[in-house]
């Protein structure tokens, strides 16, 4: 309170501030505001708990009079505000009084200097007591003789501003906040924590720069985790503000008129709190946008030490299978090659070992796609089971040695374990190992291990080919979080990987090599591009589609293709929008989101097979000259196209716009192969395909994925895993798999 009065009332109840606020809407816009209209709420039912809460938070309150022209009228009122600690209107305090000014003549001034209350007063009062006796009628207002018209007041119910509002709530952990423990319950913004991290840095470099052993720098563990304190929120505001420039930009951009949660500054911005503002898919998207690249820059502080005193030393990291926390495609870039951490669902009773393998060759494709260039490393697994599914079911014998060849097939030059012996202790002490709590060797799951050493052994000739892909997959993790948020279709699963997944099952059970990449990466490497619920199209890249298929290239999109843009605005005109609909030669008119056991049918026109449908079923309306491929059988859309073929330019563009079964999607992949002139293999029900490349050779790796042997045809030569030379073809038992080594001339 500072100096209050004897009688504080005036300052406690706000009404000293609120006249001194009249005095200054006086002078700054020469308008009357009736002392009685103005909104005023004191501090009188403050408590130490609200200044406490607000330290903690890197607040203080204070009790503002606050006045702005919005659309020619004026907005006033006195509450308490938290005030942001770091600003000189924290700092006001004792005997001090300040005003802040805003204006387009005087840009922002701060005045700020002792008030009367730190001296006596009388003789003021009794200096206005004379001048009333002697009609001089010079007011403290500063005008003489002068009527001010009367302001234009904006009603309070309209206006919109930040100010302290305590609410009692449960206090459970993550409502007020998150309670530490677990991992990752740092802040990668903190000073603190970023300057002891660089010098932890420093002297394990300092230490171990010349070592023999130190081969390569593996920073941190599963990089993670959001953190919503007031340096963080700090930061996010200032990256808003170098992204948009202006609070009007932002608004556009985030589209708040809607439900009126217009922002007025950028330091009313927040986090999407799981408690607060959660409406808004441009605040949602901007802040993981946000977290990543915090994170990169964090991750930058510890690189550039470790490039500077052991620049000879690769740096890695361990990434996580379709991870949604960060959008490895950047991550990436501070890394000289990726590694991940792959923990599939072996033995699942509702999916096929055949199933789980195909969904673990696309998590090894997703994240060899963010280095395509360079092999990758499988830092974490486990030789047996883990401890934190949510039944953590034992590898069958010879999962281990077929899953650890499959990862290399797709282009891992190294597998490794987590870990090497179980702990006595700890939230993983029941995890798999290779030595079990009993300390022997000879048990079931070493021997295991040891016949997978054994394979991978036999496969050192392949270390540093890369996989030779006819076909892209793209990939964006911008577009998987604004699908993962918008209010439409399937609330809250949308199954963008499903149908990833599936799509990437089919390409392989043709023989076709399938890199998964991003949306800057260059597609005219590529025969074939799958476009699996492209739901969000960048600047640029719906020209890069549209170019690429002029110039004979062959692209398969899906449902949801080009629905919104970078921002999560919706496009005119129809969808896809961008200028895609040019391109495949259809209009997306309505979405039909189908109930959980609901179903439909895709009937294809030039022959008698049909397709079962759930999910989603888009009503599409196509352009003249463009094919229809199959028709909806059922509701009353049937007869209706959902599937086409449209000819741009040179090339082919396939759209999909049911979610159709495995049968379905097979059948519209082998024709757009067969334009993009691919060629396929006729491999057995549970085999993969993969092929890896290098200037002296081609490894051709087929993995049979099925507990039933299997005859498969292949190339002719050298099989690497069993030492034998193979003529056209073998036959693999179950879960093995051969490596043909075919020298290139």
């Not at 439409?488 to 990437?504: A, F, P, S, V």
Request: glycine share 8%.
């Amino acid at each position: 309170l500072g100096y209050a009065e004897a009688d504080p009332t005036l300052d406690i109840d706000g009404f000293d501030t609120a006249h001194k606020l009249v005095l200054l809407i006086r002078l700054a816009w020469g308008v009357d505001y009736p002392y009685t209209k103005m909104p005023i709420e004191g501090i009188r039912n403050l408590d130490k708990m609200d200044i406490d809460f607000a330290r903690e938070f890197g607040y203080r309150i204070k009790l503002l009079g606050r006045a702005r022209m919005r659309d020619g009228k004026l907005e006033a009122g006195v509450f308490p505000t938290l005030v942001n600690h770091t600003y000189l209107l924290a700092r006001v305090g004792g005997a001090y009084n300040a005003v802040r000014v805003e204006g387009n003549a005087v840009g922002s001034l701060f005045l700020h200097g002792l008030g009367a209350g730190s001296l006596p007063t009388a003789s003021a009062v009794l200096g206005d007591l004379i001048s009333s006796a002697r009609q001089n009628n010079k007011l403290n207002s500063g005008f003489v003789k002068q009527v001010l018209p009367q302001a234009d007041i904006l009603p309070p119910e309209e206006a919109c501003s930040t100010y302290y509002m305590r609410f009692m709530v449960k206090d459970d952990p993550g409502v007020l906040r998150d309670l530490s423990g677990a991992r990752h319950n740092h802040c990668y913004t903190s000073p603190v924590y970023r300057e002891k991290t660089r010098e932890m840095d420093k002297r394990l470099a300092k230490r171990f720069a010349n070592h023999p052993g130190v081969i390569l720098w593996h920073l941190s563990n599963e990089y993670g985790g959001e953190c919503y304190c007031p340096l963080c929120q700090e930061r996010f505001r200032g990256w808003l503000k170098e992204k948009y420039h202006t609070i009007d930009a932002l608004n556009h951009a985030w589209w708040t008129s809607f439900w009126s949660h217009h922002y007025d500054s950028f330091d009313e911005v927040e986090p999407p709190f799981d408690n607060g503002e959660q409406s808004l898919n441009g605040l949602k998207l901007d802040w993981r946008r946000f977290t990543t690249w915090n994170m990169m820059d964090y991750v930058h502080s510890e690189t550039a030490i470790l490039r500077k005193r052991t620049p000879n030393v690769p740096i890695t990291t361990n990434l996580m299978e379709y991870f949604p926390g960060l959008d490895y495609h950047k991550l990436q870039r501070e890394l000289d090659f990726v590694c991940w951490d792959s923990y599939p669902h072996w033995g699942r009773p509702d999916r096929s070992t055949t199933v789980t393998a195909g969904m673990t060759a696309f998590d090894h494709a997703l994240i060899r796609g963010c280095k395509p260039d360079k092999p990758f490393l499988l830092m974490e697994s486990t030789p047996s089971l883990v401890n934190w599914h949510e039944y953590n079911k034992l590898k069958r014998p010879g999962v281990n040695r077929m899953s650890a060849i499959q990862t290399v097939a797709c282009g891992a030059d190294g597998v490794q374990y987590f870990q090497w012996r179980k702990g006595r202790g700890g939230s993983e002490q029941f995890h798999g190992a290779v030595v079990d709590h009993d300390g022997r060797d000879d048990t079931r799951v070493f021997n295991e291990v040891t016949a997978t050493n054994e394979a991978l052994a036999a496969l050192t000739p392949v270390c540093g080919s890369l996989p030779k892909a006819a076909a892209a997959m793209i990939f964006d993790w911008d577009n998987r979080w604004a699908l993962d948020d918008a209010w439409g279709m399937q609330i809250k699963q949308k199954n963008l990987r499903e149908t990833c997944c599936q799509l990437y099952a089919q390409l392989n059970h043709c023989g076709v090599e399938t890199d998964v990449v991003g949306v800057d990466a260059d597609l005219n490497r590529y025969k074939l591009v799958v476009l699996p619920m492209l739901f969000m199209t960048k600047p640029g890249f719906a020209q890069k589609i549209r170019e690429y298929v002029e110039n004979g290239g062959t692209v398969v999109a899906t449902y949801l293709l080009g629905y919104v843009d970078e921002s999560t605005l919706c496009w005119l005109g129809g969808f896809p929008g961008d200028g895609l609909r040019e391109v495949f030669g259809v209009t997306a008119s309505e979405l039909d989101t189908l109930y959980p056991g609901e179903g439909n049918r895709a009937i294809w026109v030039k022959s008698s097979q049909q397709s079962s449908i759930k999910d989603y079923c888009e009503l599409l309306q196509p352009a003249e000259g463009t094919e229809v491929v199959a028709v909806y059988g059922q509701d009353f859309y049937s007869g209706h196209a959902a599937v086409t073929h449209h000819v741009f330019g040179k090339g082919h563009a396939y759209y999909i716009g049911a979610r159709l079964d495995d049968a379905g999607n097979a059948a519209v992949l082998r024709a757009a192969l067969a334009d993009a002139k691919v060629h396929l293999r006729d491999l057995p029900q549970g085999v993969e395909y993969h092929c890896r490349e290098s200037e002296n050779a081609r490894y051709h790796f087929y993995i049979n994925t099925t507990q039933s042997a299997v005859k498969v045809q292949v190339e002719s030569g050298a099989d690497l895993l069993s030492g034998k030379n193979v003529l056209g073809s073998m036959e693999l038992k179950p879960y093995d798999a051969c490596a043909i080594e075919e020298k290139v001339k």
